[in-house]
């Protein structure tokens, strides 16, 4: 059965440090893996996205994600982190149907 | 522009009363999806639509809760009787094939509050 799982329901940062939210998922066939980000009372807006190729992507926002097959990971990093990162962010896997993570919610310490 | 329109964008309504959500891929993509979000959790897919023919609807409580999408372009999400346990956030999403793969493209949303 795929599965999604975001170790950390919350990580705090300070704003100009580096970021890395991790997620790793069960999947049957190679995954397409995704990573949406949702503002309070918002929907899913899509970060970034692996299906082939390049193993390391980049996204919106300054945001890149790695996808490590050995490891079963899809870890979403970035740099430096702007207070207005601050939001649910949800790895989710699948092609149809697509299976999410329980979120981590990121906090920006100014 | 957004991809998916989605109203109303809260409702409140009490135990036992029947509820709808409507939801338009602006685009008239044909994949459509409604997902149930409970507060702290992440999305959970209810109902696949591909044109007006229902995909996937092996997780929608049928008992209560109904979907349809009879023209093939906007879809109605219905609930009834509502329970304490729905409330949650309604979320509709389409398909969009960018970059050689499909995406899923959300909505804003629908937050439900059952009294």
């Known amino acids: 059965a795929q599965s999604v799982t975001q170790p950390d329901i919350h990580i705090t940062v300070s704003e100009g440090a580096s970021l890395e939210l991790r997620c790793n998922y069960s999947y049957g066939a190679t995954p397409y893996l995704f990573w949406y980000v949702q503002s309070p009372g918002q929907g899913l807006q899509l970060l970034l996205k692996?299906?082939?190729?390049?193993?390391l992507v980049q996204g919106i926002k300054g945001f890149e994600a790695e996808f490590k097959r050995s490891q079963s990971s899809f870890n979403l990093r970035k740099p430096s982190v702007h207070w207005s990162d601050a939001a649910e962010y949800f790895c989710?896997?699948?092609?149809?149907?697509?299976?999410f993570g329980a979120g981590t919610i990121l906090r920006v310490k100014s | 522009e957004a991809e998916v329109a989605q109203s109303p964008r809260y409702k409140i309504t009490e135990k036992s009363q029947a509820v709808a959500f409507w939801c338009d891929p602006i685009s008239g993509h044909a994949t459509l999806y409604w997902y149930r979000q409970i507060l702290g959790q992440g999305p959970e897919l209810l109902v696949q639509?591909?044109?007006?023919?229902?995909?996937?609807d092996s997780q929608l409580p049928k008992d209560r809760f109904s979907a349809e999408r009879l023209k093939g372009v906007d879809s109605t999400l219905k609930i009834q009787p509502a329970e304490l346990g729905d409330s949650a956030m309604y979320l509709c999403?389409?398909?969009?094939?960018?970059?050689?793969?499909?995406?899923?493209?959300f909505g804003p949303g629908t937050r439900l509050t059952v009294l």
């Open positions: 999403a389409t398909t969009i094939f960018a970059g050689d793969t499909d995406t899923q493209y």
């Open positions: 639509f591909q044109d007006e023919s229902v995909v996937d």
């Open positions: 989710a896997v699948g092609r149809n149907k697509l299976v």
């Open positions: 692996y299906f082939s190729g390049d193993t």
